[in-house]
């Protein structure tokens, strides 16, 4: 410095000193999380509706299960994949809206294999009326792989947006997986309700064929209203919401090619695992556990009201058909409860001392829940009542008010372990990410 002259400041690149990311404004996150909402009503109408639908179109109720399978495999396989790529994407149009937008495309081309399964094998060959339908099956299974991996490659990148549009923020983060949450709930109200309505068929009068009967095209109507819903906040989320710079898949786009395609998906995965805190290997370990738990009652809630509560038989008489409305109004009930749950999650656990305190009791609820199904299901039992209609002979009536009113309580309390189980996990494991480094942004510090 010369004397009386200015002084120079250093170049501010030289320093390297980098402004921490922008949090993007509420309403970005409001149409972001709202894509669960449009994913989650075909999640609900797959719990509630499908385990009947496979067994009318003739797999037997002990290999329905097997089906279900594609769902843990496709999140297994699928997840790393998209996670890995959506993090290296060099789109012009950003790191996840491509993903998200290929998931949506996907789950509505799924979607219109479920619903007309029955239409394509029975003009594959598939006879009408009851007995197995292996055509329609074949169709079945390949729409549901599909929409099991779809709703995976639409999910993954979902979260992650929501991860990048909080900027490393600890508590926008929670925010953002509360919103998510709430909007799942949202959306399993919406599904459940239609999968509820008896009539909704007549809605869409054309989806009722020869092959396609009552159940089947209430079941199709309602998948024409997922695939709308879908799109529409699929579409809205993309078009006005834009996607914060990313850092670090700009470094990896000026490093060497053959670095980021030697590494392969899953040897990085491995990889991460060693390098995991313990904090998270203990959340990944709980996490598994619980949903080891919840499977069961995902796959089967409608399918036990129907043949546990009610005593109904899949194809013979109302009962059963019955017992699965019955149980996709208590799903119904179950959602509302969720959505007001995960309204709560952050003032609860700050009311518990932290998330980790909040996610065990509610865990210990989830159990006494489904202890209690199994208390149900014995009174259920011991108090069916058969009447005679003009004479004929006794028939199985619906259960108790009782019996009825414990299973739907059961429905509506199991909603609050559902609600912080879809978000609390979320939200530790991009705390644990962020303190460890692994994730994005600084430590911001937050009661876990």
């Known amino acids: 410095m010369e004397g009386g002259g200015e ?29 669960a909402g449009g994913v989650q009503f075909g999640w609900a109408l797959q719990l509630s509706l499908l385990t009947p639908y ?28 998209v996670g890995h790529y ?19 495309a996907l789950v509505a081309v799924a979607v219109f294999l479920i619903g007309y399964a029955a239409d394509l094998g029975h003009a594959s060959g598939d006879t009408l009326g009851k007995g197995s339908k292996p055509r329609a099956i074949a169709v079945f299974v390949v729409g549901f792989w599909i929409l099991d991996c779809a709703n995976n490659t639409l999910q993954g990148p979902c979260r992650a947006f929501l991860a990048d549009l909080s900027g490393g923020n600890s508590k926008k983060t929670s925010t953002a997986n509360a ?76 490093d060497s090619e053959t670095v980021k395609c030697k590494i392969p998906v899953f040897t990085e995965l491995s990889g991460a695992f060693k390098e995991l805190s313990r904090p998270m290997w203990i959340l990944l370990m709980v996490t598994f556990l619980n949903w080891i738990a919840w499977f ?9 009201m129907g043949r546990e509560v009610y005593g109904g038989t899949v194809g013979e008489g109302k ?14 009930l179950n959602s509302v409860v969720a959505g007001i749950a995960s309204l709560c999650v952050q003032f609860v656990a700050r009311k518990m001392g932290g998330l980790k305190r909040l996610w065990c009791a509610v865990n210990i609820l989830l159990a006494i829940c489904l202890g209690m199904m199994v208390l149900v299901t014995k009174l259920a039992e011991h108090s069916r009542r058969y009447a005679s209609v003009n004479g004929g002979a006794l028939t199985l009536q619906p259960p108790a008010p009782g019996v009825k009113i414990g299973a739907l309580s059961i429905f509506a309390v199991i909603g609050i372990p559902l609600a912080v189980n879809y978000s609390v996990p979320f939200a530790l494991a991009s705390i644990f990410s962020i303190h460890s480094t692994a994730g994005q942004g600084k430590n911001n510090k937050i009661s876990t």
């Open 86 to 104: 959506s993090d290296n994407c060099t789109s012009r149009f950003g790191r996840r809206r491509p993903f998200i937008a290929a998931g949506a």
């Open 54 to 81: 496979v067994q009318l179109l003739g797999i037997p109720h002990t290999y329905a299960a097997y089906i279900w399978l594609c769902g843990p495999i496709s999140g297994l396989v699928v997840q790393p994949i």
């Open 179 to 254: 919103l998510y949450s709430f909007f799942m709930a949202l959306g399993n109200i919406l599904g459940y309700a239609a999968g509820s309505y008896t009539h909704m068929y007549k809605i869409f009068p054309f989806s009722a064929t020869k092959a396609c009967d009552i159940y089947c095209a209430n079941l199709k109507s309602c998948f024409f209203l997922s695939i709308s819903l879908l799109l529409t906040t699929t579409t809205l989320a993309l078009v006005f919401v834009g996607e914060p710079p990313a850092a670090a898949a700009a470094e990896a786009a000026d």
């Open 7 to 35: 002084v120079k400041n250093p170049d501010a690149s030289s320093l390297h000193i980098q402004a921490p990311p922008p949090v993007a404004p509420l309403k970005s996150f409001i149409l972001v999380a709202a894509i």
């Open 296 to 304: 069961p009652f995902l796959l089967f809630d409608t399918d036990w």
């Open 319 to 332: 009962l059963y058909d019955q017992g699965v409305h019955a149980g996709s109004l208590g799903l119904m």
